[in-house]
């Protein structure tokens, strides 16, 4: 007996020795308790289900691969025991969609690691910052993309000993990254062939960090989110509450329109597992492929910001489906014009919201029966909303932002859809804080919730509707103009296809707005003719009217569809180079 428990044994003399029958208060023990990892969603798939297909894809070399839940988790465990193997505790992923990042995401897990997944479109000084500021020890990259760690890989990387798997998402063909997920099962076997079961599937502290996701660092330098194992447990389940994953008589088909390194793809790599789903993954946005995998494959699932959505109807292939489509939309708050467009083409939206900071969606727009007794102009109005809180959450709050409140101090608008403020949030899935940023961290939760710096109505029903971030609001002559409200209105011209709004200075009233406009195939509109139509056509109000609307051919977009509203103000500004 270990010195420890002979003091627990001696202590047990000192309480109460005679519990009360049928008292549980009397009787200690955690037996009803066991701690949150959605690691193991993978391995108990398996179990239940080894021959369903996990994953379907086109690989690089343009072969489709379909792998089984039994050989994902296969090779998430070869990976696992390669990285146990060489002590690797800190893993960059370097990836587009592909199966190498789904069962890298278990992999690193299941080894006790944390996972960085990082944007490849970003700028080859924050991947290096990234990496660096990660504490990465391996990174897994593919083969695409290699020359973009070449600044790193020549300068702190090869400084700190770093090293690179190259994953060359092939099929048939024994890449880098598949000679390391064979070492793994060789060091499996040679440790006692443990299999799944020496792994980390159950998290030894739930709030232990599980993945480092970086924000987009568009104003400032990246900062590293902290993930635990808890809130994407959390996060996860309220995935598959919210979008349906499970509320079909076949199995989900989910399709990976979203980048898995955006906060981990919405935790998404756990939630489409738990319930069994086929993770059909995706190299790149390519909407003629997306509307043939929606055609033939009976796709129930995807998640996409609204300028993916827009895109994606007015493609030439769009047509309405057979079938229904959930569609999670997010990243910019969309147009009630865009959820009717979906709808006639029975691409359902189901709208969230959320940051990086909460795991990515943390509420829902929900869809009540009496709505479709509305006029659709109203009813598709009240879908766009932000709606309230995910049920593995808390409810979401609206408090008063200014001068006259002092810092710290929470209190909330009046409900009446009118009353602006920012959008905090409490509760489980919240991110922990930034890694190595105490300043910044405190800064997140300032008053003891954690601050979005998005600005919203409350109305009187309970959901929360956005207006803009702090910094995009229009102060034209004491009137507060939304740009997202003006870009959802000038959005319903019909030759435009996407709008971005700032700020401009203007001498008589501070600010006035400025729109910019694409449009569809085939249509052609001057910026005075939009603006006409606003004047004379449209319901938007007088004071709201762009006096200057510029047609462009892209509007600059972030890697996640959210619009690049700083490129815009450079390009306000005369800086056309800006990107």
Known sequence: MSPLDRLQKLASHFTSANPVPGDSHEYHHRHNFHTLSPTAFLWRAACIEPNATAIYHKTASNAILRRSYLDTAHRARGLAYYLLAHSYKRVGILCTNTPAFLESIYGIAAAGAVSVGVNYRLKTDDIAYIFDHADVDLIIVDKEFEGLLDKFTSGIGKEKGVQIIVDSDTDGEEGHFDQCVREGWDVDESWGGKGWAGLDTQAKDEEDIIALAYTSGTTARPKGVEYTHRGCYLAAMGNVVESGLNYNHGRAKYLWTLPMFHATGWTFPWAVTAVRGTHYCLRKIDYPEIWRLLKTEGITHFNAAPTVNTLLCASKEAEKLPQPVRVTVAASPPSAWLFEQMTNLNLHPVHVYGLTETYGPITK???????????????????????????????????????????????????????????VFEGNICAKGYYKDAEATQKLWAGGVSHSGDLAVWHEDGAIQILDRAKDIIISGGENISSVALESMLATHPAVLEVGVVAVHDDQWGERPKAYITTKDGESVTGDEIIDWAKHKSDISKFMVPREVEVVPELPKTSTGKLKKNVLRDWAKGKKDAA
């Open 365 to 423: 727009g929900y869809h009540m029966p009496e709505w479709n007794d509305l006029p659709l102009k109203d009813k598709y109005a009240k879908m766009a909303r932000q709606g309230h809180g995910f049920i593995s959450g808390l409810p979401v709050r609206i408090i008063k932002t200014g001068d006259d409140v002092k810092e710290g101090e929470l209190i909330d608008v009046a409900r009446d859809g009118k009353e602006i403020g920012e959008i």
